[in-house]
């Protein structure tokens, strides 16, 4: 088993920022990947952000060049810094851990544990 704590919501301006923080305990070692996923009211939860063990990243489309994911193996702690925010970006994050996977043109987490989620609410 894998507990997720995740730290870091709140409510922001447009174009402010926010890090989110997901520190991760028990059976660490069968992780190869982590992630960020949203969910937006309405919408289907999506794959924002994921790093593997080796530290290779992808994000998705709508993210990219204002997102960054970031691990502290030490502290098996994974930091989603988020710059530029959007009303839009407005959601609950989830932070995940699994398996990497590739299917369609889309990264997914299989064999997933998740956190709790934290909402970010970012106003026009």
């Known amino acids: 088993q894998v507990q997720l704590v995740e730290s870091g919501g709140g409510l922001v301006q447009a174009g402010g920022s926010l890090r989110l923080s997901c520190a991760a305990s028990?059976?660490?070692?069968?992780?190869?990947?982590m992630g960020w996923y949203r969910q937006a009211p309405g919408a289907q939860r999506e794959l924002v952000a994921d790093?593997?063990?080796?530290?290779?990243?992808n994000y998705a489309d709508s993210v990219k060049g204002r997102f960054t994911i970031s691990r502290d193996n030490a502290k098996n702690t994974v930091y989603l810094q988020m710059n530029s925010l959007k009303p839009e970006d407005t959601a609950v994050y989830y932070c995940?851990?699994?398996?990497?996977?590739?299917?369609?043109?889309?990264?997914?987490?299989?064999?997933?544990?998740w956190g709790q989620g934290t909402q970010v609410t970012v106003s026009s």
């Open positions: 028990g059976s660490i070692f069968s992780i190869n990947a």
């Open positions: 790093i593997t063990s080796g530290g290779s990243t």
């Open positions: 995940a851990a699994g398996d990497l996977e590739y299917y369609s043109g889309s990264y997914y987490l299989s064999n997933a544990y």
